[in-house]
């Protein structure tokens, strides 16, 4: 499994572009980058999942450089009901290993 | 579709008693997972299952754990006897398609307290 490390957490102001970067400088050849959201007292929920370039979905865009070191999870124009913690994980499908880390902890402020 | 089904929403016992917490995945998924999420530890994978077969227990955290699933549409982790330490919130996931980084469903968890 490749160790990611995220910053512990952000605050930002409704109607901003939040981008959380995840470095993950061990990324194998085979390993995909997928992210998930946690609100509180709820469990964890799949947001997106890329292996290269750029992936969009409706609810984010995720940007992975050329050299895939890193990656950036960008959610434009935030709401207060953005608020959770964002885990970045790295690994392939056949992985017997999950780690969900300590997460990116973003608080949006009216 | 209802999503993942857990039970108990909230548990608390005394240390020493057992305690049965249950999952129902989401029909058709092949996978369902159990974690346990602390303060201090984060959210850790105990367990795993493929189609009803336990693929990977090295993350429950001693004997005192055991989890079955006896058919696909239903799923147990059971605790005995349970120690005060065990207090957590226990998340219960499945997903379509084997495999840890395939898209995987949460319930609700099941909020552990053992005094």
């Known amino acids: 499994l490749a160790k990611t490390t995220q910053p512990i957490s952000m605050d930002s102001y409704e109607g901003q572009e939040v981008n959380i970067t995840c470095s993950h400088n061990?990324?194998?050849?085979?390993?995909?980058i997928t992210w998930y959201q946690q609100f509180p007292s709820q469990g964890p929920r799949f947001i997106i999942q890329?292996?290269?370039t750029k992936v969009t979905n409706e609810v984010a865009s995720l940007f992975i450089p050329a050299d895939r070191k890193s990656s950036t999870l960008s959610l434009p124009r935030v709401s207060l009901s953005d608020t959770a913690v964002y885990y970045c994980?790295?690994?392939?499908?056949?992985?017997?290993?999950?780690?969900f880390g300590s997460g990116t902890r973003l608080s949006i402020r009216p | 579709d209802a999503g993942v089904i857990q039970s108990p929403r909230h548990e608390v016992t005394e240390m020493g008693q057992e305690v049965t917490l249950r999952c129902k995945p989401i029909?058709?998924?092949?996978?369902l997972f159990w974690y346990r999420q602390t303060m201090m530890r984060g959210l850790e994978l105990l367990i795993y299952?493929?189609?009803?077969?336990?693929?990977?227990d090295s993350g429950m955290p001693e004997d005192r754990f055991s989890a079955k699933m006896p058919n696909a549409s239903f799923s147990t982790l059971k605790i005995q006897p349970s120690e005060p330490r065990d207090s957590a919130v226990y998340f219960c996931?499945?997903?379509?398609?084997?495999?840890?980084?395939?898209?995987?469903?949460f319930g609700p968890g099941t909020r552990l307290t053992v005094l």
């Open positions: 996931a499945s997903s379509l398609a084997g495999g840890l980084l395939n898209e995987q469903f």
């Open positions: 061990n990324i194998a050849t085979n390993d995909y």
């Open positions: 890329g292996y290269k």
């Open positions: 994980l790295v690994g392939r499908s056949s992985a017997s290993k999950i780690i």
């Open positions: 029909s058709g998924h092949n996978s």
């Open positions: 299952f493929n189609n009803n077969v336990p693929i990977d």
